[in-house]
């Protein structure tokens, strides 16, 4: 044959500016056999993010390495296909590991409680996490920083009862996020401000898609260091901080010498 079934699209290269998938072609009525193949690849990867458990002994060990002391917290599910059932159960401490978890009398104030957790991938905490606590540590200038909670089975409500425990000022989820197709590894952080259970969405802020193919580690901690500068002036997160970081750094390049 002198043509090739496949159709290629005409705007194909436009699939160099994004993951998306676009302009995959066509191969009759369907289409091509590559596309297919990536796709059910990339179907695998995402559910093999969402099934795979968190090695926690080995996160420990690598954050033990890198400075930092860590706690262990886990959920109410008691295992991976409960947690995927039960989200409630996700959002609640198991009693048994609690009383490790209450800070002493003499918490000091102004801490920022950090819980890593494996959400909807742990590949997204085991992956990203540590760097950008090394980089976000560099520029807490005003807050102490707490034990880093490795927690497992969770949801993002668990930071604010894990928070409440350690009397934080502020917590900091860092949570596996639902897989993509082309982001199996996408880590989220949550903010809230003087956290407690019952929080709710609404009350926290969120900066996602954090990975070197997303949202890159230096521009995460820049949105998440001025977050919580404002957060402590306003008294709030959620829907009264409005993330204008965007902003600042433009104005920060505006004013930048140029030579």
């Known amino acids: ?49 969402i099934h795979t458990a968190l ?34 159960l996700g959002r609640s401490l198991d009693p048994a590991c609690v009383p490790a978890l209450r800070a002493d009398d003499d918490a000091q104030s102004a801490t920022l409680t950090v819980v890593v957790a494996d959400g909807l991938s742990a590949l997204a905490p085991a992956s990203h996490a540590l760097p950008l606590l090394e980089l976000l540590r560099d520029g807490l200038a005003q807050w102490t920083l707490d034990p880093v909670v490795i927690a497992t089975q969770a949801r993002v409500a668990l930071g604010d009862e894990i928070g409440q425990l350690r ?60 977050l919580l500068t404002q957060a402590r002036v306003l008294g709030a997160t959620g829907v009264s901080l409005k993330d204008g970081s965007d902003t600042l750094r433009e104005l920060q390049e505006t004013d930048r010498p140029r030579y």
């Open 1 to 49: 044959m002198s043509e090739s079934p496949s159709r290629v699209e005409p705007w194909h290269s436009l699939t160099q500016w994004t993951s998306a998938r676009i302009a995959m072609g066509r191969a009759g009525a369907s289409m091509p056999t590559a596309s297919v193949l990536e796709f059910n690849s990339d179907h695998a990867l995402a559910r093999d993010a």
């Open 55 to 88: 090695d926690t002994f080995l996160l420990e060990r690598r954050f033990a390495a890198a400075g930092f002391r860590t706690l262990s917290a886990w959920s109410r599910a008691r295992d991976r296909s409960e947690y995927l059932r039960r989200p409630d």
């Open 167 to 226: 009397r934080a000022e502020a917590v900091l989820v860092l949570i596996g996020e639902r897989p993509g197709l082309k982001s199996p590894d996408s880590l989220g952080a949550y903010l809230t401000y003087l956290p407690r259970a019952g929080r709710m969405d609404s009350e926290r802020n969120c900066v996602s898609n954090i990975r070197p193919a997303g949202l890159t580690y230096d521009q995460a901690v820049f949105r998440l260091l001025h």
